[in-house]
């Protein structure tokens, strides 16, 4: 997704309004699933404020949607569904691993033990895994229990949503900040403190998309 937007484009709060009422929410309900204040989100609607890559990006996730419909009116409206994990897998579809622990061989090897289960996404690249989030440091972005889709690329980028380990080991999700030449990762929850990497850190991979509400 473009971290570029055209400002001049009243059609992108419309789209985003055309959401909230085909899901037969109000403002102050579709405001409260995103985490943000229903005047924040009339001024998207009413073409007056930009929304963020963030904000954008949740909204796909959410409702289902494809970035290029949302942003850009082109293409398909919805992007992700999920298939059943019985009879045969429909082309187009990935067979994606949930990941309950990642091992020290990850992801060269993968052992059996360390997968929870296996979801069939459809327009998610080869090659990728799928862990289920815990606590809240990135809310309203990523919550507790959300379905979260990375791509084994341990390249840093700024903004980017990493998986990494903390220094006692435990995997977590960070926002990738670099500032002044130094690199931070950061919790979206702001009561929460960034941190500098060091020999010890791990990285895993880059988040390239997040599911909530989905029952694995």
């Known amino acids: 997704m473009s971290d570029i937007f055209d400002s001049t484009n009243p059609a ?5 309004r055309s959401v909230r009422l085909v899901n037969g929410l109000t403002q102050k309900e579709f405001s409260a699933a ?30 289902g949607l494809h970035e290029e419909w949302l ?9 992700l569904s999920v298939t059943p994990k019985h009879g045969p897998v429909p082309s187009g579809i990935a067979k994606t691993p949930l990941l309950k622990k990642i091992g020290a061989t990850f992801p060269n090897e993968i052992k ?7 979801i069939y996404l459809s327009s998610i ?29 341990i390249e840093i980028r700024n903004r980017s949503i990493m998986l990494l380990n903390n220094r006692w080991g435990e995997i977590i999700l960070r926002r990738c900040r670099i500032k002044g030449g130094e690199t931070y990762f950061s919790p979206e929850n702001s ?15 880059t988040v390239v998309s997040v599911w909530r509400n989905i029952k694995i």
């Open 125 to 153: 690249c080869e090659g990728c895994y799928a862990i289920i989030a815990e606590g809240d440091f990135m809310a309203p972005t990523i919550r507790d229990g959300d379905l979260v889709i990375f791509k084994a690329d």
């Open 34 to 63: 995103l985490g943000i204040v229903q005047g924040y989100l009339s001024g998207i609607e009413r073409g007056k404020k930009l929304p963020s890559t963030t904000l954008l990006l949740a909204i796909c996730h959410k409702w």
């Open 12 to 16: 992108l709060g419309e789209r985003i």
């Open 191 to 205: 009561i929460y403190t960034p941190f500098k990497p060091d020999g010890s850190t791990r990285i895993f991979g």
């Open 71 to 79: 942003i850009h009116g082109t293409g398909k409206r919805e992007e």
């Open 112 to 118: 059996e033990d360390e997968i929870a289960d296996y």
